[in-house]
């Protein structure tokens, strides 16, 4: 979506196309290279079923920005031989406050369209209910959030190929257990 936001690519019916490859930010470097390689507009679907394949690298380039920004922290640990990192949220009122612009968004309505498509990540990325955990106001915010994604047709392309991804990997880990029932 930051790409689309910075004009590096544009959605033409359902498919991503590239504009340009002007940025600093290393993992929309690494993004705009894949499209890049493509002759021809490639459907969003698509691009997030082959993402899928780079969720490390995409991952640690998200979490490397919060580091970069102060928002989180990663804590190694460690089980016997086994290490890993763990994030942490350095500042807990961001996140508080977060919560307070969203419920204020869906129910005020917004104008802004960088806010209406991350508006529309909510219910595909299953955040609804981590933000709204009361059931009156989830279903509320729910019909607030339908209206707003008729009135801005970028914002139902972004829960489409949110949908799409997730089908990709319901299954994925469809045909892995049917694999490993078969063994």
Same mark, same amino acid.
């Given at each position: ?48 079923? /082959?993402?899928? !394949?780079?969720? $490390?690298?995409? &991952? ?5 920005? #919060?580091?970069?920004?102060? %928002? ?56 609804? /209910?981590?933000? !709204?955990?009361? $059931?009156?106001? &989830? ?5 607030? #959030?339908?209206?707003?994604? %008729? ?33």
């Amino acid at each position: 979506m930051e790409l689309f936001l910075n004009k590096n690519i544009r959605f033409e019916q359902k498919k991503v196309v590239f504009l340009n490859d002007r940025t600093s930010d290393p993992l929309h470097r690494f993004l705009l290279e894949k499209i890049k390689q493509k002759s021809e507009p490639v459907k969003i679907s698509t691009w997030i079923g /082959k993402l899928n !394949f780079s969720q $490390k690298q995409i &991952r640690k380039g998200v979490q490397q920005g #919060l580091v970069d920004r102060r %928002i989180i922290i990663m804590e190694p640990h460690q089980f016997l031989f086994f290490r890993w990192s763990k994030s942490r949220i350095l500042n807990k009122q961001v996140v508080y406050n977060l919560i307070s612009d969203i419920e204020n968004q869906v129910f005020k309505g917004t104008e802004n369209d960088e806010d209406i498509m991350l508006l529309s990540m909510l219910k595909p990325a299953g955040l609804l /209910k981590r933000i !709204f955990p009361e $059931k009156e106001k &989830r279903t509320r915010a729910t019909e607030k #959030l339908k209206q707003m994604m %008729i009135e801005n047709q970028v914002s139902v392309a972004v829960s489409e190929a949110i949908a799409a991804a997730q089908a990709v990997a319901a299954s994925v880990a469809i045909t892995a257990a049917a694999a490993g029932a078969h063994r």
